[in-house]
Each structure stands twice: as C-alpha cells, then as structure tokens.
C-alpha cells in the first residue's frame, strides 16, 4: 500500500491538473460565446443594418465574413487568453490550423444535419436546429477544444521546459508578427 507521502503528492497533482483544465474549460467557453456574438450580431448588421443592410441579398456571402470575423476573433482569445500558457509556434501556421480545425468542426454539425434530415427523416425545424445546432454544434465544440490543446497550442514537452534553447520556441511571446 502506498505511503501517505505518495497518496498526497497523487493527489496534488490531480486537483492541480483538473484545476488547470476547467480554467481552460471555462476561458474556451466565454471566448466562444464571444465568438457567436460577434458572428451573429456582424451576419444581421451586414443583412439587416437600416432594414436593408449592405449584403441584404447575399445573405451567403454576409454569412461568410461573419463566420470569418468570429473565427479570427475566437482564435486570439484562445491563443491570448485561454491557452497563453501553453506552447506557441508560428503564429500563421496556428491561425491556418485553427481556420481548418473550425472547418472540421463546421463539417460536424453538417453531418449530423444531414444524418438527422436525410437519413432519418427528420426534416422539421426544430429536428434540424437540435441536430445542427445543438448535437453538432456540441460535438463541434468537444472536437475544437480537444484539437486546438493537441494541435493549435500544445502542451510544452516536459523535458523541454528547462532547456532555455527549446523554451524560446515554446514560449514565444504571443505578439510575434506573422
């Protein structure tokens, strides 16, 4: 049976660990409501400003900048904010991988539409919100917050954090130019 030193140390460790993620959690959360904010109120500026706003008969292409504008938003909350902590690499290759990681999770929500209103044939509004925007939207987010702490910004390698030849490359101050 272990000692009490080691039950101690494990479990320090544990509520560090799940303390460190449910900050994560939370900051990832505030940073994609922020997000939507900004992707919804900029699609109904751009479609409805003044009754007829200035891309009142694209709504397609209105949608476009909104999501466009959101993504650029959510990804200098998260890299700025939710996870500063962790590693940086180039600050255009993480902004590439965060547009096509959202691109992926885009596809998430389609598929369980198109799972819901074609295979199943549950073709009603609200069948296709809750299959988009409420199942899809919430595996979307699952697989978002997962790739972007695996991909986007990862964990700094634990034998790389003293060697301050390595650290400069994983702790690159966030404001480096693109």
Not at 41 to 68: C, H, M, Q, W
Not at 92 to 115: H, P, Q, R, S
Not at 130 to 148: D, E, K, P, Q
């Amino acid at each position: 049976m272990p000692g009490p030193h080691l039950i101690s140390r494990g479990y320090r460790y544990l509520q560090n660990t799940l303390g460190d993620l449910y900050r994560e959690i939370a900051k990832f959360g505030i940073v994609g409501l922020s997000a939507l904010v900004v992707d919804i109120g900029l699609f109904n500026i751009l479609r409805f400003a003044g009754g007829e706003g200035p891309l009142y008969d694209k709504p397609l292409t209105a949608k476009v900048i909104s999501v466009a504008v959101a993504t650029t938003v959510a990804y200098a909350g998260n890299r700025f904010w939710t996870f500063r902590h962790r590693g940086r690499t180039h600050m255009g290759k993480e902004y590439l991988m965060f547009f096509g990681l959202n691109g992926v999770a885009m596809l998430i929500a389609v598929a369980c539409l198109w799972f819901s209103h074609y295979v199943l044939g549950l073709t009603s509004a609200l069948a296709d919100n809750i299959s988009a925007n409420v199942i899809g939207l919430g595996l979307g987010t699952l697989f978002r917050f997962w790739s972007y702490r695996k991909w986007v910004f990862p964990a700094i390698p634990q034998d790389q954090r003293e060697d301050p030849a390595d650290q400069e490359l994983y702790e690159r101050d966030a404001s480096t130019p693109i």
